[in-house]
């Protein structure tokens, strides 16, 4: 089982990125697919999740209408469209697969993840 993700860089504010998330696994569709973030110093956080039954995708706050979840079943691949990027979003940006069964409340939070990819760096410049 192995999470390849991929796609960061350096970018200036009000830039574009599109992370890309390639996972090994049987089934990949009964997974969600979830990317969280470790800026500096910082916790990690929840960014978005995309639950496959229904296609239903969450995001935080702070990236709302500026990133975008996405996933190829058929691939095996999660995708982060991130659009106007700013400062506070530079990162290290982590892919992470829960099972499909993970109740709403419990996707936004790390534990929930069993699976877990090494992150991409994402720095974004003012």
């Known amino acids: 089982v192995q999470l390849q993700a991929s796609g960061g860089g350096l970018v200036q504010t009000g830039g574009s990125l599109r992370l890309t998330c390639a996972a090994s696994v049987q089934d990949f569709r009964s997974y969600v697919v979830g990317w969280f973030r470790q800026a500096p110093g910082k916790e990690r956080e929840f960014v978005a999740a995309f639950r496959n039954r229904g296609g239903t995708t969450y995001y935080t706050d702070s990236v709302k209408g500026r990133f975008t979840i996405s996933r190829d079943n058929a691939k095996g691949t999660g995708y982060l469209q991130m659009n106007s990027l700013k400062p506070e979003d530079t990162a290290i940006y982590y892919c992470?697969?829960?099972?499909?069964?993970?109740?709403?409340?419990?996707?936004?939070?790390?534990?929930?993840?069993?699976?877990w990819g090494q992150g991409t760096l994402v720095t974004v410049s003012s």
């Open positions: 992470a697969l829960a099972p499909g069964s993970t109740i709403t409340s419990s996707m936004y939070s790390a534990r929930a993840y069993n699976i």
